[in-house]
């Protein structure tokens, strides 16, 4: 079946511009995750949506990042009046149980 | 001091031999391990999993775990070039947590 997908793949933007990533997750899995991976260093966890719950939003780096997922199917990552420090790969995951899928990972170019 | 720490590389090897990827931790709760592998343009796909200390193999794919040492390793036996990728460490203190703890990752190149 169909794995994850994020879109854009790749999004050049300039320094103070907001941008809206999409994750859609694998069909049936209840839990999604964002994940940022800058150049040379591990993932960091962004957000987690389960279900219906509250989301986990305790890896959200600054109030300049928002996240929402609709039920339990496409989520979308905001950054507003994004910085250079931005500029990374934004990862989604999703799983049904203990395992992530991770999508193919949008790469963001802050100028 | 970065709570996971994992040998940059690069790592170039020739095809058929043994790749060895370390990484180690400072924090002593870690009980889960993994090991994810990232192809080019790729998100990350789980390799192995393993609980506390020990050894685990699936293939040719070796997972070593010393956790009085807080170090862990992943072997690849008779390397292929469909190995080329970069692999990353993780960890948790919990069973499936969803906050795991990202090695930076090692790039390895297998050469034909």
């Known amino acids: 079946g169909a794995g994850v997908s994020q879109s854009p793949s790749n999004k050049v933007t300039e320094k103070g511009k907001d941008v809206e990533l999409r994750c859609d997750p694998i069909?049936?899995?209840?839990?999604l995750y964002w994940y940022r991976q800058r150049l040379g260093q591990g993932l960091e966890f962004l957000i987690y949506?389960?279900?219906?719950?509250?989301?986990?939003k305790s890896g959200l780096p600054s109030d300049r990042f928002s996240a929402e997922r609709t039920g339990e199917s496409v989520s979308t990552l905001t950054i507003q009046r994004t910085q250079q420090e931005d500029s990374a790969v934004y990862l989604c995951?999703?799983?049904?149980?203990?395992?992530?899928?991770f999508g193919p990972g949008t790469r963001l170019t802050v100028l | 001091q970065k709570e996971v720490e994992q040998d940059p590389g690069p790592l170039s090897v020739p095809e058929g031999a043994i790749v060895s990827l370390n990484c180690t931790y400072s924090n002593s709760a870690f009980q889960y391990f993994m090991w994810y592998r990232q192809y080019s343009r790729k998100g990350p796909e789980l390799l192995m999993y393993?609980?506390?200390?020990g050894n685990k193999e699936d293939g040719r794919f070796t997972a070593q775990v010393d956790k009085s040492s807080k170090y862990i390793s992943l072997f690849i036996r008779d390397s292929q070039p469909s190995d080329s990728a970069t692999y990353l460490c993780a960890m948790s203190a919990v069973r499936n947590d969803y906050k795991l703890s990202f090695g930076a990752g090692t790039t390895v190149t297998v050469r034909a």
């Open positions: 393993t609980y506390s200390s």
């Open positions: 069909s049936g899995h209840t839990a």
């Open positions: 995951a999703s799983s049904q149980r203990n395992t992530q899928y």
């Open positions: 949506f389960q279900g219906n719950s509250a989301p986990d």
